[in-house]
C-alpha cells in the first residue's frame, strides 16, 4: 500500500498546497527548467514517449545486479513503519525477494547503470548535453513492485526522476532542508538515511506515469512508492563539489607543496620579551591569530597559482563518485586473447589510422565525467582534458588553437567522441596524435566501427 493520508490528518493538502509545483505538459528540452533549475521541482508530464530502446529493461538491471563490480543496494520496509527499514549490499545473484508478497516490500537500485549500457548513455548524453558533463553523475535505475519504495529522504543534488515503467507516487516537502536539520530529524538505528517526522513537511503528492518526468533540485525531501508491480525509475543525477570537499583537496594540496608560504612555521621572535603574559602555559589570542595567518597565507598563495589550482579543480569534480575496481580496463591490462578480438580496436597506433582514414570513431568509456580548460601562461597557453580525475595537456604558442578546443569539446561532450572529421585535420600533429594514443591506451577513449 501506499502512504495512507487519510491516517495522518495533519497532512490534508490544501488546494494551494497541492499546486505549490508545476506541472508542465511538453517534450523533454532545456528551456522547461531555466526557471526552476537549482531552485524548485518541476513536473513535466509526457516528456518522452514510451519507445525509448535505450532505457534499460527489469530483467538487465536484475542482470546488472549480480555483477561484481556493479554497484547494488536492496532496501526493504513494511508500509508505514519509517523504523523498518534495512539495507542489503550486492552483487546479488538471487532476487527472489522482489517477487515474494510478504510484509517486507524491497527495492533494488543499481547505479551506474550507463557505464553498462551504451546505449543508455549515449541517450543521456543526447538528451541532457544542456547540463555540463562534469556536472552530470550516473544512470540509476530503481526497481519495485507494487508498495515498494526507499522512504523519505533528501539528496545532495540535482536530479531528474524519469519513470520508464509502472505508476510511482512521489510525496515531496517543496521546501529545502538544512544538512543539520536533515540529521536531526533521522530515524535512528537504521542502515539507511530515512526522515522521521515526516508530515510535518511533505507538501503535495504526484503520481508519475511512464513518460513523466520529474526533476527536484537539491536538499528537497522526497519519498517515492511503487503503486504497480514491475515499476522502474530511471534516476539522471548530478554533481557538485561541497566546500568541505574542496577544502579537503587544498589542504591535501598545500601537504605536498614547497613554497615558502606553505612550509612558513610559526615563530615567536619576541618570546622572550613579554612581560604582561599571565602564565607560560597559556595559548593567547595573539599566538592563534598568527597561526591564523599561517594558514590564510598559504590557501591565499595556492589560489592564486592559477595553473595549480585548475589543475585540483578539474581533477576533482571529475573523479569517479563510487568505487569502479579495474574500470576504465587499460588496454596493457587485457589478455592476449582480448587483444585479438577487438583486432585494430587494440592497438592504438593502427585504431587512430582505421578513424583518420574514414573507418571507426573513438568514443568515451561510458560513466566517465570529463571536461577540459585552458590556463594562460608567459606566451603560450595550457589546453587541458581531464578525465575520470586525470589530467592530459597539451601546450600552444599564444592564446588560441581552435584544433585543439574542437577536439576536447568533442571528446568531453560529442557522441562519438571523435570522428574522423575532427581527427583527421589534426592527426598530423604530434602532440594530438601522442593524447588520442594514450587515452586510447589508458581505456579512457575506445574505438569502434560506426553505425
Known amino acids: 500500500m501506499a502512504w495512507d493520508f487519510n491516517a495522518w490528518p495533519v497532512r490534508r493538502l490544501k488546494a494551494s498546497q497541492k499546486d505549490a509545483?508545476?506541472?508542465?505538459s511538453d517534450d523533454f528540452s532545456a528551456s522547461l527548467f531555466k526557471e526552476y533549475w537549482g531552485q524548485k521541482p518541476v513536473l513535466v508530464r509526457k516528456a518522452f514517449s514510451l519507445q525509448q530502446d535505450s532505457w534499460p529493461a527489469w530483467e538487465l538491471i536484475e542482470e546488472i545486479a549480480g555483477y561484481d563490480n556493479s554497484e547494488a543496494r536492496l532496501i526493504g520496509h513494511v508500509p508505514n513503519d519509517l523504523s523498518s527499514f534495512d539495507l542489503e549490499i550486492g552483487p546479488f545473484r538471487d532476487l527472489s525477494c522482489l517477487k515474494e508478497r510478504g510484509s517486507m516490500k524491497w527495492t533494488l537500485v543499481v547505479n551506474d547503470v550507463d557505464r553498462f549500457q551504451p546505449d543508455l548513455a549515449d541517450w543521456i548524453d543526447c538528451t541532457f548535453d544542456f547540463i555540463p558533463r562534469w556536472r552530470r553523475d550516473d544512470a540509476q535505475v530503481s526497481l519495485a513492485q507494487k508498495d515498494g519504495g526507499i522512504g523519505p529522504h533528501v539528496d545532495n543534488y540535482d536530479v531528474f526522476l524519469i519513470q520508464t515503467s509502472g505508476k510511482r507516487e512521489w510525496c515531496i516537502g517543496c521546501d529545502k532542508i538544512s544538512v543539520e536539520d536533515e540529521f536531526d530529524n533521522l530515524v535512528q538505528e537504521i542502515p539507511v538515511r530515512i526522515l522521521k517526522n515526516w508530515e510535518n513537511i511533505l507538501s503535495c503528492s504526484l503520481i508519475l506515469e511512464p513518460g513523466d518526468v520529474?526533476?527536484?533540485?537539491?536538499?528537497?525531501?522526497?519519498?517515492?512508492?511503487?503503486?504497480?508491480?514491475?515499476?522502474?525509475?530511471?534516476s539522471v543525477g548530478c554533481r557538485a563539489p561541497s566546500a568541505s570537499e574542496l577544502t579537503q583537496r587544498v589542504a591535501s594540496e598545500l601537504s605536498s607543496r614547497a613554497t615558502v608560504a606553505a612550509t612558513l612555521r610559526f615563530k615567536d621572535d619576541?618570546?622572550?620579551?613579554?612581560?604582561?603574559a599571565t602564565t607560560p602555559a597559556?595559548?593567547?589570542?595573539?599566538?592563534?591569530?598568527?597561526?591564523?595567518?599561517?594558514i590564510l597565507n598559504?590557501?591565499?598563495?595556492?589560489l592564486h597559482d592559477d595553473a595549480q589550482y585548475d589543475k585540483m579543480?578539474?581533477?576533482?569534480?571529475?573523479?569517479?563518485k563510487r568505487s569502479r575496481d579495474e574500470y576504465p580496463v587499460p588496454l596493457d591490462e587485457l589478455d592476449s586473447e582480448m587483444i585479438t578480438e577487438l583486432g585494430v580496436w587494440g592497438i592504438p597506433k593502427k585504431a587512430i589510422e582505421e578513424v583518420c582514414g574514414g573507418s571507426g570513431s573513438?568514443?568515451?568509456?561510458?560513466?566517465?565525467?570529463?571536461?577540459?580548460?585552458?590556463?594562460?601562461?608567459?606566451?603560450?597557453?595550457?589546453?587541458?582534458?581531464?578525465?575520470?580525475?586525470?589530467?592530459?595537456?597539451?601546450?600552444?604558442?599564444?592564446?588560441?588553437?581552435?584544433?585543439?578546443h574542437e577536439l576536447f569539446s568533442s571528446?568531453?561532450?560529442?557522441?562519438?567522441?571523435?570522428?574522423?572529421?575532427?581527427?583527421?585535420?589534426?592527426?598530423?600533429?604530434?602532440?594530438?596524435?601522442?593524447?588520442?594514443?594514450?587515452?586510447?591506451?589508458?581505456?579512457?577513449?575506445?574505438g569502434s566501427e560506426s553505425d
Not at 520529474?214 to 530511471?234: F, N, Q, S, V
Not at 598559504?298 to 595556492?302: I, L, N, P, S, Y
Not at 577540459?372 to 603560450?380: D, L, P, Q, R
Open 411 to 446: 571528446i568531453v561532450s560529442s557522441t562519438p567522441a571523435v570522428s574522423c572529421n575532427v581527427l583527421q585535420p589534426i592527426c598530423h600533429d604530434q602532440r594530438v596524435y601522442g593524447l588520442i594514443e594514450m587515452l586510447l591506451q589508458n581505456g579512457l577513449l575506445y
Open 362 to 404: 573513438f568514443y568515451r568509456a561510458e560513466g566517465v565525467s570529463a571536461t577540459f580548460s585552458k590556463v594562460s601562461e608567459i606566451e603560450k597557453t595550457k589546453h587541458r582534458l581531464f578525465m575520470n580525475g586525470e589530467m592530459f595537456e597539451l601546450e600552444s604558442i599564444g592564446e588560441e588553437d581552435p584544433a585543439v
Open 313 to 320: 579543480v578539474g581533477q576533482l569534480v571529475t573523479e569517479p
Open 270 to 276: 619576541d618570546l622572550l620579551q613579554e612581560s604582561d
Open 214 to 234: 520529474l526533476y527536484l533540485p537539491p536538499r528537497i525531501p522526497h519519498c517515492g512508492t511503487a503503486l504497480t508491480d514491475k515499476c522502474i525509475t530511471l
Open 21 to 24: 509545483i508545476k506541472i508542465l
Open 298 to 302: 598559504a590557501v591565499q598563495e595556492f
Open 282 to 294: 597559556e595559548l593567547t589570542l595573539k599566538e592563534k591569530e598568527k597561526m591564523k595567518d599561517l
